[in-house]
């Protein structure tokens, strides 16, 4: 998909700091909305559980990033129209959130490389000059601790497993680690907030992300795949196919009875 | 894939200076993830603040069969029970 040829979110003009914003907010909430796929399917009532869990926290997060972010927009916008009446182009979540479950191997994969993720975002956050940000962080740092612990478990007993075992965490390793990058590569976003001292720079979390990945891939015996050019672009809002699909499972009851309420 | 794991008890001790009281069992490959298991299943609402887990299999059991022989002889002693006693006025918490 070609980024630079596409327009970037229509729409109300949105400053950096709500963009932000947006952007860990959609993240965890097509996280979250993707785990929740796995209710009723997992391989074992507890892992059912469990990954419902981790959806529901990651949905709570969002809840208080997207609600914040609407009153930075300042268009009346609350958490339930951003996440359930805005498009894909709208969304501004990292790609790999959004990218498919596959089978259970894989949907811990894109859980721990976004964890380790959110882990080091959500440390940085902790010290931020944005004080209402920093609370959220901090709440949403505990959860985000037992779902790296979570991940990362389960990518040791894979990666270390059986040989299937082995070959699909593996394969799913390869084919994601492409998205990412995007994680790091800091934009003009990304700049204006670390030098307004609201969030970390990209450049300072990448180290240590990728020091704490390391040592789990090292503990599977899984091998880190090479660097790949950023190439993919949700945090500017153009996705992968998936989201579309995501976001017509997720918006479908208020797109359909507009304003309908539980 | 739970059937291939063991079966382990979990006890959940729900505020610091209280008992770890039984809760249920659930399915794990081993006790470090029957420990998350648990996290997850038994204390979503709150429920604790410290967790054990114990192989179903190494719980030694009495027998029902036995319990005439174990039970029933209790039954008759009713002295047993501390109700016999009055208790002084000045006696706060007991």
């Given at each position: 998909m070609s980024a630079a040829s596409r327009s970037i979110t229509p729409g109300p003009v949105q400053s950096a700091h709500c963009r932000y914003l947006l952007r860990l907010g959609d993240t965890s909430l097509v996280l979250g909305q993707r785990l929740a796929e796995w209710v009723g399917h997992s391989p074992a009532l507890e892992e059912d559980l469990g990954l419902a869990n981790l959806s529901l926290d990651l949905i709570g997060q969002a809840r208080l990033l997207l609600s914040y972010a609407g009153e930075l927009e300042g268009q009346g916008r609350d958490e339930d129209a951003l996440a359930f009446l805005r498009d894909a182009p709208a969304f501004l979540n990292m790609t790999l959130a959004e990218q498919p479950n596959g089978d259970f191997g894989r949907t811990i994969v894109r859980q721990c490389l976004l964890d380790a993720w959110q882990l080091e975002v959500y440390a940085g956050l902790?010290?931020?000059?944005d004080r209402r940000l920093a609370s959220i962080a901090a709440k949403a740092i505990k959860e985000t601790r037992y779902h790296f612990r979570f991940s990362s478990g389960w990518l040791v007993r894979l990666g270390d497993g059986t040989e299937e075992s082995h070959r699909r965490v593996q394969e799913a390793l390869n084919e994601l680690w492409r998205f990412t990058t995007e994680l790091f590569a800091a934009d003009e976003v990304d700049d204006a907030l670390a030098a307004a001292g609201v969030a970390p720079g990209l450049a300072e979390l990448q180290p240590r992300w990728s020091a704490r990945i390391d040592e789990v891939l090292q503990e599977a015996t899984l091998v880190r795949p090479a660097p790949v050019p950023y190439q993919w672009h949700g945090k500017r809002g153009v996705h992968t196919e998936y989201l579309g699909h995501v976001l017509a499972e997720m918006q479908h009851l208020q797109r359909t009875y507009p304003g309908a309420q539980w | 894939m739970s059937n291939d794991w063991p079966l382990y008890e979990v006890f959940i001790r729900s505020r610091s200076g209280l008992e770890h009281k039984h809760v249920g069992s659930l399915h794990a490959a081993d006790a470090a993830m029957a420990v998350e298991h648990a996290r997850d299943v038994y204390t979503r609402r709150q429920e604790g603040v410290s967790i054990w887990v114990m192989r179903s299999s190494d719980i030694v059991a009495s027998d029902p069969t036995d319990a005439d022989a174990l039970?029933?002889?209790?039954?008759?002693?009713?002295?047993?029970?501390?109700?016999f006693y009055a208790i002084p006025d000045e006696v706060k918490n007991l």
């Open positions: 902790a010290d931020s000059s | 039970f029933e002889p209790a039954r008759d002693k009713v002295y047993r029970h501390p109700t």
